[in-house]
């Protein structure tokens, strides 16, 4: 049995860029202001410190975050880590059709990401970066669109489960 399993994470240089250009703003302004903030109570402290916390929350989770894909002979899983706590099954008996396409991120979903389509024809996508993923379309109606960075693996591994869609059809 073909297994496919991609990990993916938010590497780009314009997120990294950008989060480093938001944190060394924030820390030079605190740090221009530190006299000021240091005479105040560890509360004035603490609120004052509130953009330098938040950015690194934000550069904590983005390191962190990654879209964990996995295909196998009971059907296809995916994970958001750390924002779903484990895999999220959709068998092949739930699956009516599934095709690896391009998207336009942006003009679809609104960015990468989680994200829903403002229009609920589009469905849901789970993607991190790039223009390439998995469309799931659900015999409930429902649609998924999970990125890859992997086309030929994932398209060959989708090849050999073809059968799994066609032995489900009513």
């Known amino acids: 049995m073909k297994i496919f399993l991609e990990e993916q994470k938010f590497t780009q240089p314009l997120v990294v860029v ?6 060394i703003v924030v820390g030079t302004s605190i740090l221009k202001e530190w006299e000021r903030i240091s005479q105040g109570s ?5 609120v004052d410190c509130v953009g330098l916390i938040l950015i690194t929350l934000v550069i904590l989770l983005f390191f962190i975050l990654k879209l964990k894909t996995r295909i196998n002979e009971k059907g296809i899983y995916y994970q958001y880590y750390p924002l779903h706590r484990s895999y999220t099954l959709i068998s092949w008996k739930e ?3 599934c095709t690896v396409r391009n998207y336009d991120a942006i003009s ?17 996508s789970f993607t991190v970066k790039g223009n390439t993923g998995l469309q799931l379309e659900l015999k409930s109606g429902k649609k998924i669109l999970l990125g890859t960075q992997l086309k030929e693996d994932l ?7 073809q059968y799994k869609l066609k032995t489900n059809e009513i």
């Open 18 to 23: 950008g989060l480093s250009i938001a944190f």
């Open 42 to 46: 560890l509360s004035e402290i603490a």
């Open 95 to 97: 699956i009516s059709n």
């Open 108 to 124: 679809e979903y609104g960015g990468w990401g989680i994200k829903f389509s403002f229009f609920k024809k589009r469905g849901k």
């Open 155 to 161: 398209q060959r591994t989708i090849d050999n489960y």
